[in-house]
């Protein structure tokens, strides 16, 4: 089983999903069996697993189809000023101490001036930088800004935020709080 877990991230998307849909499917069989003494026929389970796929496929589509973020890699080691009428936000976390979690959020206009700087020492566990994201949009919400540029350097998060792609685990709330104030305000992007 960890071996399975350490070479999780080769496996193609679709067939990840699918194996995740087929481990929940399995773990409330299990259940089933043992605490109501009945079980599924395999292929009934075969086909739950399809449909709570293309239900999981439709309704992505559906609810995050319309939103348009654009992904534009960094590939500066300095602060490059955003476009004229955009606001960027540079997103970073850091860990302090054991549970205890730095996070920092600077806004800057094209010109260079700081709009809001916000720091916040938390205990967290996971998420960090997402996390960061998640106050750094909420911030520039308070302040009315429009047409943010949020930089990170935390990729996995970015590419989430990117593809649209959500899924059921505790990462997911952080990222739905920005995917919110992104549909609220076009126009953002995401480095």
């Given amino acids: ?5 350490v070479n999780w991230h080769q496996v193609d998307p679709k067939v990840r999903k699918l194996g995740l849909f ?18 599924t026929p395999l292929h009934v389970l075969v086909n739950r697993v399809r449909r ?6 439709n309704f992505g589509a559906r609810i995050y ?18 476009t004229h009428d955009f606001v960027k936000i540079n ?3 850091s860990v302090s101490e054991v549970y205890w979690v730095e996070l920092g959020d600077v806004a800057r206009n094209s ?9 916040m020492r938390v205990k967290a566990y996971w998420a ?17 800004l429009s047409n943010l540029v949020v930089e990170s350097d935390c990729q996995l998060v ?34």
Avoid at 111 to 119: C, H, I, K, P, Q
Avoid at 129 to 144: D, L, P, Q, T
Avoid at 166 to 185: M, P, R
């Fill in 1 to 5: 089983m960890c071996e399975l877990i």
């Fill in 111 to 119: 010109s260079g001036e700081v709009l809001f700087v916000a720091t």
């Fill in 128 to 144: 960090l930088e997402a996390k960061a994201i998640a106050r750094g949009v909420k911030m520039s919400m308070r302040y009315e």
């Fill in 158 to 191: 970015i590419n989430f935020l990117s593809k649209n792609t959500l899924f059921l685990s505790d990462l997911d709330f952080v990222l739905h709080d920005i995917v919110l104030v992104f549909l609220s305000c076009p126009g953002h992007m995401l480095r």
């Fill in 91 to 93: 997103i970073d976390a």
């Fill in 65 to 82: 189809s319309h939103l348009q973020l654009k992904n534009i890699p960094s590939s500066s080691k300095t602060w490059v000023p955003p």
């Fill in 22 to 39: 087929l481990a929940w499917v399995i773990w409330g069989e299990r259940n089933k069996l043992i605490f109501q003494e009945q079980s």
């Fill in 52 to 57: 709570l796929t293309e239900d999981h496929d």
